[in-house]
């Protein structure tokens, strides 16, 4: 019985804590989007990579078509 008297206390110190905890996390953008990582790891950059394609095929067909005016 007498533990009740340290036991509840505790509990509801604990219980201020972690409602705390979780308004400070919701507060500071800790929810915010939890899948949009996870995906961003897994999605490729194929833009700038076939950007960078276009261009160096580009400059190559120009310098080609350089050589070819030189003759």
């Known amino acids: 019985?007498?533990?009740?008297?340290?036991?509840?206390?505790?509990?509801?110190?604990?219980?201020?804590?972690?409602g705390f905890a979780f308004w400070?996390?919701?507060?500071?953008?800790?929810?915010?989007?939890?899948?949009g990582p996870a995906y961003r790891i897994l999605m490729d950059d194929d833009q700038t990579?076939?950007?960078e394609n276009i261009h160096t095929e580009t400059n190559k067909n120009s310098k080609h078509d350089n050589s070819n005016n030189q003759n």
């Not at 019985?1 to 972690?18: D, G, K, T």
């Not at 400070?24 to 899948?35: A, I, K, M, P, Y």
């Open 1 to 18: 019985m007498e533990s009740l008297y340290i036991l509840i206390p505790l509990s509801i110190i604990l219980a201020f804590f972690i």
């Open 24 to 35: 400070w996390s919701t507060r500071n953008g800790q929810f915010d989007d939890l899948e």
């Open 49 to 51: 990579t076939n950007e």
